[in-house]
């Protein structure tokens, strides 16, 4: 799914940009008829119209029926649909690891803390990815359900390249690309631990879950590209539909 409109972006096709407008749309706005989003978007009916069913077709919108108005017909209101993906967000301190996960419209499903000793060899590496993996399998979410990834880590950290030279600096390769090898999920971003309180936020910036020291968000990746927005990585569902 991840494969469709969201690379074909980046390629420059026009079809599937505006597919990203609309998208973007319903992110800044939440749920909306076709007539509000064509609209909003200054599409016509009939364009806004062909490219939703597209996009429920490919399994990113939902239409979530009739809602009742002060008069006349009553609209089909159509938004995200929330099982089109999930973010998984790790936190790994000295001692424990904070994992959570948002669905595809940015409501909270899951979190927890795990006692996590972090040595910098592959024995610890392999222990973090077992319970990364535990915890995806344990909240049964399909592997190639997991849109992306998020670690925040300590120390040294390049979140453009993906390389940790504080911790797991193993086989001289970026910690982004060890962990996707191990976990086989969606694409990984990694940044370095600095904010006082780990956040999963929604597009509109409303705290739905605090639980740690990292500010994170959540997000849509375009293609296998994570687009980094502060001094800490977060995941932004906006930032890839910008």
Do not use: W
Request: charged content about 15%; hydrophobic content about 35%; overall charge neutral.
């Amino acid at each position: 799914m991840t494969s469709s409109f969201l690379k074909q972006a980046t390629e420059g096709n026009k079809n599937a940009i505006l597919k990203q407008q609309i998208i973007r749309q319903y992110i800044f706005s939440g749920d909306s008829s076709i007539t509000d989003l064509s609209r909003a978007v200054n599409l016509s009916v009939p364009t806004v119209t062909k490219l939703i069913g597209e996009l429920i077709e490919e399994g990113f919108v939902h239409n979530f029926g009739e809602q009742g108005t002060a008069g006349g017909r009553r609209p089909n209101i159509y938004g995200l649909n929330p099982y089109a993906g999930y973010f998984v967000g790790v936190e790994i301190r000295t001692d424990s690891v904070v994992l959570a996960v948002v669905n595809f419209k940015g409501q909270l499903l899951a979190d927890t803390t795990v006692d996590f000793l972090m040595d910098n060899d592959p024995h610890s590496l392999d222990r973090l990815c077992d319970i990364i993996r535990g915890f995806i399998d344990g909240h049964k979410i399909p592997h190639d359900k997991v849109l992306a990834v998020g670690v925040n880590i300590s120390g040294r950290v390049n979140s453009q390249t993906g390389y940790s030279y504080s911790y797991f600096f193993v086989e001289e390769q970026p910690l982004t690309v060890l962990l996707g090898e191990r976990l086989g999920c969606g694409p990984i971003t990694t940044a370095p631990c600095s904010i006082s309180c780990l956040i999963f936020a929604s597009s509109s910036g409303r705290i739905v879950s605090s639980c740690g020291s990292t500010s994170m968000r959540y997000c849509v990746p375009c293609g296998s590209v994570i687009l980094p927005s502060c001094t800490v990585m977060y995941f932004s569902i906006t930032s890839a539909f910008m």
